[in-house]
């Protein structure tokens, strides 16, 4: 393999971020020691209390906020400011309303160079780009249709489009599904499903659904209450391509069950006279829990 080959896309390097200097003096972060290494072209989702830190995880992973201590690298890169080789979607669609759900989903590479000074020349052959992209998610035919022409569920898939429009690297998105009924948030799982295999970006998923983080991700991580830290790392055997099928297995329902007793263990006061035994490399695995990876707090 090459250094290429075996470097991870995604490294952080015992990040702590404060979100000024008078919590930093204070040493009160918002997230402490995060160390994560992901690999190229791998699916990981973040799931864990409210206020925890995953949303400020996520700016650090666009860079958004740098860290008051520690080091980020993406795609063998420091990242010292905003990425242009990632996209983000969030729960709110936050799609322009005067725009049509062509030029919403055109919309970035009217601003992200190099496209930006490329638009005007290359804009027939963008446009083509957003219809190809729309009509992989089901909104063929919507191209001119404006944001309140359209379902809650399509304005979802056209926000996707838009964060892919100019083939990033990697995706971030920030409960993108959490507003919608159960079942257009299934239909959506599978199509993001299909949209990850068909292309192997990165996707870095913070989701509160562990349903969702389980169907989707190669590897989910828990965080800790605030400040955030990683505390479990638990790698999904499930082969892929996953169906929605599968969610009804007992193999499934057993992982969903398991990451849900880390969440309920998080969110618990901490028992007088308990404490976690360590062995040796500073990890270890609770009975039963074969590929979690439970971190020393």
Same mark, same amino acid.
């Given at each position: 393999? @090459?250094?290429?080959?075996?470097?991870? +896309?995604?490294? +952080?390097?015992?990040?702590?971020?404060?979100?000024? &200097?008078?919590?930093?003096?204070? &040493?009160?972060?918002?997230?402490?020691?995060?160390?994560?290494? #992901? =690999?190229?072209?791998?699916?990981?989702?973040?799931?864990?209390?409210?206020?925890?830190?995953? $949303?400020?995880?996520?700016?650090?992973? @666009?860079?958004?906020?740098?860290?008051?201590?520690?080091?980020? %690298?993406?795609?063998? =890169?420091?990242?010292?400011?905003?990425?242009?080789? $990632?996209?983000?979607?969030? =729960? /709110?669609?936050?799609?322009?309303?005067?725009?049509?759900?062509?030029?919403?989903?055109?919309?970035?590479?009217?601003?992200?160079?190099?496209?930006?000074?490329?638009?005007?020349?290359?804009?027939?052959?963008?446009? &083509?780009?957003?219809?190809?992209?729309?009509?992989?998610?089901?909104?063929?035919?919507?191209?001119?249709?404006?944001?309140?022409?359209?379902?809650?569920?399509?304005?979802?898939?056209?926000?996707?489009?838009?964060?892919?429009?100019?083939?990033?690297?990697?995706?971030?998105?920030?409960?993108?599904?959490?507003?919608?009924?159960?079942?257009?948030?299934?239909?959506?799982?599978?199509?993001?499903?299909?949209?990850?295999? /068909?292309?192997?970006?990165? #996707?870095?998923?913070?989701?509160?659904?562990?349903?969702?983080?389980?169907?989707?991700?190669?590897?989910?991580?828990?965080? $800790?209450?605030?400040?955030?830290?990683? #505390?479990?790392?638990?790698?999904?055997?499930?082969?892929?391509?996953?169906?929605?099928?599968? %969610?009804?297995?007992?193999? +499934? @329902?057993?992982? #969903?069950? &398991?990451?849900? !007793?880390?969440?309920?263990?998080?969110? /618990?006061?901490?028992?007088? !006279?308990? @404490?976690?035994?360590?062995?040796?490399?500073?990890?270890?695995?609770?009975?039963?829990?074969?590929? $979690? %990876?439970?971190?020393?707090?």
């Amino acid at each position: 393999m @090459t250094p290429t080959e075996t470097r991870p +896309f995604v490294d +952080f390097d015992q990040v702590w971020l404060a979100y000024n &200097e008078e919590l930093l003096a204070k &040493e009160n972060f918002a997230v402490e020691d995060i160390n994560l290494k #992901v =690999q190229q072209g791998e699916f990981i989702a973040i799931v864990g209390p409210s206020g925890c830190g995953k $949303s400020t995880f996520m700016k650090l992973a @666009t860079g958004l906020k740098m860290p008051s201590r520690g080091r980020i %690298t993406i795609d063998g =890169q420091p990242v010292t400011g905003p990425l242009k080789i $990632s996209g983000m979607a969030f =729960q /709110a669609p936050s799609l322009l309303p005067w725009r049509t759900t062509l030029d919403n989903v055109l919309l970035p590479l009217e601003i992200v160079e190099p496209y930006r000074q490329q638009f005007k020349d290359r804009r027939k052959e963008f446009e &083509e780009r957003a219809r190809k992209l729309l009509e992989s998610v089901g909104l063929g035919g919507m191209e001119k249709k404006f944001p309140w022409e359209l379902s809650g569920g399509m304005q979802q898939r056209a926000s996707i489009c838009r964060a892919l429009i100019h083939e990033p690297k990697m995706l971030l998105l920030d409960e993108p599904f959490g507003a919608l009924d159960a079942f257009t948030r299934e239909e959506l799982w599978c199509t993001l499903r299909d949209l990850w295999e /068909a292309q192997r970006f990165n #996707v870095i998923l913070v989701t509160h659904d562990l349903r969702e983080s389980v169907f989707l991700a190669d590897t989910v991580y828990c965080m $800790s209450k605030s400040p955030g830290r990683f #505390v479990v790392r638990r790698e999904i055997p499930i082969p892929r391509t996953r169906d929605l099928e599968v %969610t009804y297995t007992n193999e +499934f @329902t057993d992982i #969903v069950h &398991e990451l849900r !007793g880390h969440i309920g263990a998080l969110r /618990a006061p901490p028992r007088a !006279g308990l @404490t976690a035994v360590t062995p040796p490399g500073g990890q270890h695995q609770r009975p039963g829990e074969a590929g $979690s %990876t439970v971190f020393p707090q």
